[in-house]
């Protein structure tokens, strides 16, 4: 077989094979034998730069490759240099040889070599492609070395096309395990069409793996029974004017399925084949959220009965006063405070006190007429907030609330008697700002202690509003 017939069988080989690591080897092999080498070899450096023996055929059993390669120490700064940016380093048996082919005799133990470097991007040293022989090449002239650098230039080439194959596969390898293992979900939908492009596992995964996902509309892949586009879909906040993208947009979002939150962001950007998409990652914070929910308990919650607090009051009334006036709305406050719970703490102890201001906050709680609209002012008081109701049904409010004290509270400790005294503010009529009704409900409770106690009065100053209104449903009540 001729020199040129023996490249166009190896360009067939290369130029065929559907996998890009298959034919090298058998090349390997082929080259070997057709010239006449005694061994030829593929190695390839590791980050560290030592050079590890990745392909190789041996013709005689006799010859050896060692494993490893210390290359860049074994040549040294210099001859490391020179080989990076030599296209081939050939010599023969009997050609005389410079520093660099001395050298590389010696690593190989080789009497004639064809040695290929190949660097990457960056003139970094990564592959050593060549053919060695321990004896003198059979054929040595000039047109069979010249083939023989030919085919090995090649077969080089397609050394270099799989170490770039190979660093793209293991870049790919790298980022997806980083995706998937960030702690963050991910996925890419495409920007019209809203299908699914790509999903990372920990998003995956609650929904049966990405198969479930891939290919599928986003809305009807993520919530159950979707048919359309969802309302708060963010993607008009990615782009400008011109469908360009822009900046990244955030937002919380609650999973239908098990009440997880989530904060999510999105932006546009240009998917591997050109068209706009939308990549959409969120970060758990369920945790961030129930912690959040705890500090606003602590701050707006009294502990000890559960009701609202004084605060979360004054914050709910400043906006229940302004709705009111708006809508030019009446509402009532009552404000009552326990008789004789002195008398309690003094005779069974705090922890009974305790337990009948949570006894009273259960009451207010449970009670349709009260509940929602109850708050522990401090101490012994409370709030009853009737920011709906009609006179006629704030008489139902006082008289269920009056009622509760009718029978005595039993306690862990004992039983004990204990009444309430509720003053009541009409707004706007009786203040329009919390402080003032809660000033004027406060004077009227105690307009209802001085009277005799477990008493209802109304604040009233004739403003806009019928006393007599008030004194006759005082007097029903009572």
């Keep these: 077989m001729q020199v040129s017939e023996f490249w166009v069988q190896v360009m067939e080989k290369l130029n065929c094979s559907q996998d890009i690591y298959e034919?090298?080897?058998?090349?390997?092999?082929?080259?070997?034998?057709?010239?006449?080498?005694?061994?030829?070899?593929?190695?390839?450096?590791?980050?560290?730069?030592?050079?590890?023996?990745?392909?190789?055929?041996?013709?005689?059993?006799?010859?050896?490759?060692?494993?490893?390669?210390?290359?860049?120490?074994?040549?040294?700064?210099?001859?490391?240099?020179?080989?990076?940016?030599?296209?081939?380093?050939?010599?023969?048996?009997?050609?005389?040889k410079n520093a660099l082919e001395e050298t590389l005799s010696e690593i190989f133990n080789a009497r004639s070599m064809i040695l290929i470097p190949i660097n990457d991007a960056g003139g970094q040293l990564i592959a050593l492609v060549g053919l060695v022989d321990r004896r003198g090449v059979s054929r040595q002239e000039v047109l069979d070395l010249e083939g023989a650098y030919a085919v090995l230039c090649a077969l080089a080439n397609h050394v270099k096309l799989q170490l770039y194959q190979k660093r793209v596969d293991n870049t790919e390898n790298a980022l997806r395990s980083i995706l998937d293992h960030m702690g963050i979900d991910i996925y890419v939908n495409d920007f019209e069409t809203h299908e699914i492009l790509y999903v990372n596992e920990s998003m995956a995964a609650p929904y049966g793996g990405a198969d479930k996902l891939l290919g599928r509309k986003c809305w009807e892949a993520l919530y159950e029974g979707k048919s359309s586009e969802c309302d708060f879909c963010p993607q008009k906040h990615m782009v400008d004017e011109n469908g360009e993208p822009t900046k990244v947009y955030s937002w919380d979002y609650q999973r239908p399925f098990d009440g997880e939150w989530f904060r999510v962001f999105s932006a546009a950007f240009n998917w591997e084949d050109g068209r706009l998409a939308h990549v959409v990652s969120s970060v758990d914070i369920t945790e961030n959220k129930r912690n959040e929910l705890i500090i606003r308990q602590m701050a707006d919650y009294d502990t000890l009965t559960g009701?609202?607090?004084?605060?979360?009051?004054?914050?709910?009334?400043?906006?229940?006063?302004?709705?009111?006036?708006?809508?030019?709305?009446e509402g009532f406050l009552l404000f009552f405070d326990l008789d004789g719970f002195k008398e309690v703490?003094?005779?069974?102890?705090?922890?009974?006190?305790?337990?009948?201001?949570?006894?009273?906050?259960?009451?207010?709680?449970?009670?349709?007429?009260?509940?929602?609209?109850?708050?522990?002012?401090?101490?012994?008081?409370?709030?009853?907030?009737?920011?709906?109701?009609?006179?006629?049904?704030?008489?139902?409010?006082?008289?269920?609330?009056?009622?509760?004290?009718?029978y005595p509270w039993q306690l862990a400790d004992g039983e004990v008697v204990c009444k309430c005294s509720i003053g009541v503010a009409h707004y706007p009529y009786d203040g329009e700002t919390p402080g003032d009704l809660l000033h004027n409900a406060d004077k009227a409770m105690y307009a209802a202690k001085r009277a005799g106690k477990g008493l209802i009065r109304f604040y009233n100053q004739g403003r806009n509003s019928n006393p007599k209104t008030y004194l006759e449903s005082l007097s029903e009540m009572e």
């Design 23 to 96: 034919p090298v080897p058998e090349l390997i092999q082929d080259t070997c034998e057709f010239f006449g080498f005694g061994c030829g070899f593929v190695y390839v450096a590791d980050y560290t730069g030592v050079f590890h023996l990745r392909e190789n055929y041996l013709l005689y059993e006799y010859d050896h490759l060692r494993e490893k390669l210390e290359i860049p120490t074994e040549l040294g700064e210099a001859l490391l240099h020179e080989l990076a940016e030599a296209k081939a380093v050939i010599f023969s048996a009997d050609t005389p």
């Design 307 to 329: 009701l609202p607090n004084r605060r979360r009051l004054l914050s709910d009334l400043e906006h229940i006063i302004d709705r009111r006036l708006q809508d030019k709305g």
């Design 345 to 406: 703490n003094d005779k069974l102890g705090h922890r009974a006190g305790d337990e009948l201001l949570e006894r009273i906050g259960d009451m207010l709680q449970e009670n349709r007429l009260t509940a929602g609209k109850s708050y522990r002012h401090g101490g012994d008081e409370f709030i009853v907030l009737c920011h709906e109701e009609t006179l006629t049904h704030l008489q139902y409010v006082l008289g269920s609330i009056m009622a509760n004290f009718n």
